[in-house]
């Protein structure tokens, strides 16, 4: 007799679950929820980009633990009165805050389904693992990686920088002959010193800090007028640090910096790498995709040379948070640094556990299958599409470049290389300070409306406003919009101003 059939008839004990009591009132509930989903998403540029929440919906949110259940259907109602009205607003067509994706609806269904599915992607034999495998594929490809390359999908950037700086510490160490895994940071003779830009994202502080190097080991080389690292003084600042008795280790290269988006020549400095025997790391959580947009592709050369990359789909290719990708182009240093095996995941030769473990490139044991939604949503529009968005981006922040110039009262304060503008509202005739306080004031008056969201940012000394297109929802006439506002509520602030 299997299992699945054994009869309760005598059964004296309660047991419970977390399985609906009644299947048909949840399956007629998740329809209606699936319905609305498509409706929000479709109606997204109806509603406001963001919108301040009154005090009483904040209440509905400090609620004490509940202890006795709650109907589903009452849930879902406090959630489309509560949560789905004030969202950060990423997903709307006016959304250029930061940098992140727009995400889509396939994505959200992967996301649903991977949980519905529920295998956890420490490893094992079933085929969420080969789809994992199969995604790491397609990213090498798109890079141009080799296929014998590894990786892993992690939350996003700054854990795929984190792993791929770990790498670079654990393979720099051994080439001075320290096995850091059994003897740590102590046993190292010379200090190590990791070489970036001062554009750098703030997740490499923040993983030098983690990793025990400290953040006075990663050196902040100055950039040229286009925000690239100046490649001299990297070359000036390895030799000073190897005369003073540093291990240079690793360059952090860029492609595709927070600020302005500016890309390191990655050619030379895997030249560079290559001459001094660092390691190459490239930070591509913005630009990494830029391989595959036909247009613009040229722009990372050079990016295939690395000896790690991250990398950020929940950005350019708008999948739903979270995920990230680290690509390892050796496999040996990648399992060298985080293989371990405990007696109690011992690999079979049959059954579940007869496939390799997939936390052995990574740290996490348990992990998602957050492998699902890209691969949905890669197979239903084709790599070839997500290339055409990135170009499309790309000529739209080339467009609101072009419309700022021919405004007398706004100012590009960097050159736009890739989808990213920083400019501001300037009238003539007010100082540094004054122009930053009317301009943050225009980006709080944008946001306050629900019209259009954008950053501030400081380049070179320069406060600017910054609009970062990563949206594939985004269109020309936006941006048209986005001009007119700016210097709407710049002369109302002229005018009467800043208290409304
Ligand atoms: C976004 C970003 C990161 C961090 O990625 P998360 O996904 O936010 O963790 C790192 N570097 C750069 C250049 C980025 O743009």
Same mark, same amino acid.
């Given at each position: 007799m299997s299992p699945n059939s054994k009869t309760d008839q005598n059964s004296t004990i309660t047991e419970e679950t977390l399985d609906p009591e009644n299947w048909e009132t949840v399956r007629d509930l998740a329809h209606e929820i699936i319905d609305d989903s498509l409706s929000y998403t479709r109606d997204v540029r109806e509603r406001p980009v963001w919108q301040q929440m009154p005090k009483d919906t904040q209440?509905? #949110?400090?609620?004490?633990?509940?202890?006795?259940?709650?109907?589903?259907?009452?849930?879902?109602?406090?959630?489309?009165?509560?949560?789905?009205?004030?969202?950060m607003g990423n997903i709307h067509? !006016?959304?250029?805050?930061?940098?992140?994706? /727009?995400?889509?609806?396939?994505?959200?269904?992967?996301?649903?389904?991977?949980?519905?599915?529920?295998?956890?992607?420490?490893?094992?034999?079933?085929?969420?693992?080969?789809? =994992?495998? *199969?995604?790491?594929?397609?990213?090498?490809?798109?890079?141009?990686?080799?296929?014998? +390359?590894?990786?892993?999908?992690?939350?996003? %950037?700054?854990? +795929?920088?984190l792993l791929g700086l770990t790498v670079a510490r654990n393979t720099m160490a051994s080439v001075a002959g320290v096995d850091l895994r059994e003897h740590g940071l102590a046993a190292l003779k010379k200090p190590m010193r990791y070489y970036t830009s001062d554009q750098v994202h703030s997740c490499h502080q923040l993983a030098l800090e983690t990793l025990g190097l400290g953040n006075s080991s990663l050196r902040r080389i100055s950039?040229?007028?286009?925000?690239?690292? =100046?490649?001299?003084?990297?070359?000036?600042a390895i030799q000073e640090d190897r005369e003073?008795?540093? *291990?240079? +280790?690793? &360059?952090?290269?860029?492609?595709?910096?927070?600020?302005?988006?500016?890309?390191?020549?990655? *050619?030379?400095? /895997?030249?560079?790498?290559?001459?001094?025997?660092?390691?190459?790391? &490239?930070? %591509?959580? @913005?630009? +990494?995709? @830029?391989?595959?947009?036909?247009?613009? $592709? =040229?722009? &990372?050369a050079g990016i295939e040379k690395a000896d790690s990359i991250a990398m950020d789909p929940h950005k350019w290719l708008h999948t739903p948070f979270e995920v990230g990708c680290v690509l390892i182009k050796s496999e040996q240093k990648h399992l060298k640094t985080f293989s371990l095996t405990p007696e109690y995941l011992e690999m079979t030769k049959r059954g579940i556990a007869a496939?390799?473990?997939?936390?052995? #490139?990574?740290?996490?044991?348990? !992990?998602?299958? !957050?492998?699902? $939604? &890209?691969?949905m949503s890669l197979q239903e529009h084709g790599v070839e599409k997500f290339g055409r968005l990135i170009d499309q981006n790309i000529a739209q922040g080339q467009y609101l470049n072009d419309l700022i110039k021919q405004e007398t009262d706004l100012e590009l304060i960097a050159p736009t290389n890739i989808n990213i503008v920083c400019y501001r509202y300037?009238?003539?005739?007010?100082?540094?300070?004054?122009?930053?306080e009317i301009n943050i004031e225009i980006m709080l008056r944008l946001q306050e409306e629900g019209s259009a969201a954008l950053s501030d940012t400081t380049v070179h000394g320069a406060h600017c406003l910054r609009?970062?297109?990563?949206?594939?929802?985004? !269109?020309q006439s936006d941006l048209d919009f986005l001009v007119d506002e700016t210097l709407r509520i710049g002369t109302e602030i002229l005018d009467k101003g800043l208290n409304k």
């Open positions: 209440a509905a #949110f400090e609620t004490p633990l509940p202890k006795s259940p709650t109907s589903l259907k009452k849930i879902y109602k406090s959630i489309t009165k509560n949560v789905l009205p004030f969202p067509p !006016r959304f250029w805050m930061w940098y992140m994706g /727009s995400s889509n609806f396939t994505g959200a269904l992967g996301d649903f389904l991977a949980a519905i599915i529920g295998s956890n992607l420490g490893g094992g034999n079933h085929s969420a693992a080969h789809i =994992d495998n *199969q995604v790491i594929n397609w990213f090498k490809e798109m890079i141009g990686f080799p296929p014998e +390359a590894s990786g892993s999908l992690v939350s996003g %950037g700054s854990m +795929a920088n950039t040229n007028d286009d925000l690239t690292i =100046d490649i001299e003084a990297l070359n000036k003073a008795g540093f *291990q240079p +280790a690793c &360059v952090i290269a860029t492609a595709g910096t927070v600020n302005t988006g500016a890309i390191d020549d990655l *050619q030379k400095i /895997s030249a560079l790498c290559h001459a001094e025997g660092l390691w190459f790391h &490239v930070d %591509g959580c @913005i630009g +990494a995709l @830029i391989a595959i947009a036909p247009n613009n $592709k =040229d722009r &990372v496939a390799r473990w997939l936390h052995d #490139f990574g740290l996490q044991t348990s !992990r998602g299958f !957050r492998a699902l $939604k &890209v691969w300037n009238p003539g005739g007010l100082n540094h300070d004054k122009l930053k609009v970062a297109i990563t949206n594939h929802r985004t !269109r």
